[in-house]
Nanobody, 120 residues
């Protein structure tokens, strides 16, 4: 059974940093694009950052460019989100997502989420 388990969330002051991790129990992890989404209270879930299966391509939401960095370790089936210079508007539940589109179909998995709260 596929599982994505996020960790690293917590309470941090504005300007601080956090590093989120997502451990994936996917045998073919290196064939999946990995993403981080977040959902703030009363808002829709939004894409924060995405990294290609081999890690050579990344995309970021405009609001986090220059502050967040997504990376992956295919040997250890883990994806990371380094978040620097955090702002109150970064508060929300952060979800890990794995996506693969192949001839056999679309395969997508979500983690349970980890809470990030930016507050003084």
């Amino acid at each position: 059974q596929v599982q994505l388990v996020e960790s690293g969330g917590g309470l941090v002051q504005p300007g601080g940093s956090l590093r989120l991790s997502c451990a994936a129990s996917i045998a073919t992890f290196s064939s999946y694009a990995m993403s981080w989404y977040r959902q703030a209270p009363g808002k829709e879930r939004e894409l924060v950052a995405r990294i290609s299966s081999a890690g050579g391509s990344t995309n970021y939401a405009e609001s986090v460019k220059g502050r967040f960095t997504i990376s992956r370790d295919n040997a250890n089936h883990t994806v990371y989100l380094q978040m620097n210079n955090l702002k109150s508007e970064d508060t929300g539940v952060y979800y890990c997502n794995a996506l693969k589109t192949a001839w056999a179909g679309r395969f997508e998995y979500w983690g349970q989420g980890t809470q990030v709260t930016v507050s003084s």
